[in-house]
């Protein structure tokens, strides 16, 4: 019966979800189940496909396409993919700076405490209840601060900055497919040099789903993009104007 009731309230749940879809959300459920796929690969095969990556990076920042101009959409993502790491380094670099602050007020209500303590543990005729309640009243004041600043300003920041490391792992993917296409075409068009009808249509397939993915996660990506510039004052919000 129990079962039965999570299975319900799950359910109803997901109708709440789809029926507040967004293409952007959308795009992210799409982009995690290609994430997944990726992932699921063999740690041999994952390896691989890493250090053709790098090293496709590394070809090519060195010896740039003369292949002709770029083509419209890949620099126009390109410039989101650039634009969402600079929002994201923006997010890491205040997220750091309030952890400082932060850890600075605890360190003051711990100042404050030993202050206290030391007062108390002197001889009764030379304690001073006013400074031993001064400092239980400070205290408890950096105490609360710092758990308002971690609570309304450090938890938002940290889950901001996690979903755009997120959107960093769809990059990161997309890369990997692309130079996976690039292997999967070089397969193909060593398979044709050769008299097996097989390796043929398996090499065509192989190119054809990878070609699909690549496709499916440029356009998911690009949905992406355009969702998180329509959310980009909350994303940079740094909840401190509260």
């Avoid at 790491?85 to 100042?111: D, F, H």
């Avoid at 938002?156 to 296409?181: G, H, S, T, Y």
Wanted: charged share 25%.
């Amino acid at each position: 019966m129990q079962d039965d009731a999570l299975a319900s309230i799950t359910a109803l749940s997901n109708a709440t979800v789809l029926a507040v879809d967004t293409p952007g959300l959308h795009a992210w459920l799409t982009m995690e189940e290609l994430v997944t796929k990726y992932q699921a690969r063999s740690l041999y095969v994952r390896a691989m496909a890493l250090k053709r990556t790098a090293c496709h990076k590394a070809v090519r920042l060195i010896f740039p396409s003369k292949s002709g101009p770029v083509l419209a959409a890949e620099a126009q993502y390109t410039a989101k993919q650039d634009d969402i790491q600079n929002v994201l380094a923006a997010l890491r670099s205040i997220l750091a700076k309030v952890r400082g602050i932060t850890s600075l007020l605890y360190g003051m209500a711990e100042l404050w405490r030993d202050i206290k303590r030391t007062e108390v543990s002197a001889l009764f005729e030379d304690a001073r209840m006013d400074i031993v309640v001064a400092a239980t009243s400070m205290e408890t004041e950096f105490i609360a601060c710092s758990a308002r600043l971690h609570a309304n300003v450090v938890q938002p920041l940290e889950n901001k900055v996690r979903k755009l490391e997120e959107v960093e792992v769809f990059m990161a993917v997309r890369d990997q497919i692309k130079v996976a296409l690039d292997s999967a075409q070089r397969k193909l068009n060593k398979a044709k040099t050769k008299a097996s009808i097989q390796l043929i249509e398996e090499r065509t397939l192989e190119h054809k789903q990878t070609k699909d993915d690549l496709l499916a996660t440029t356009q998911c990506l690009h949905t992406i993009f355009t969702w998180l510039d329509a959310m980009r004052s909350q994303l940079t919000k740094t909840e401190v104007d509260d």
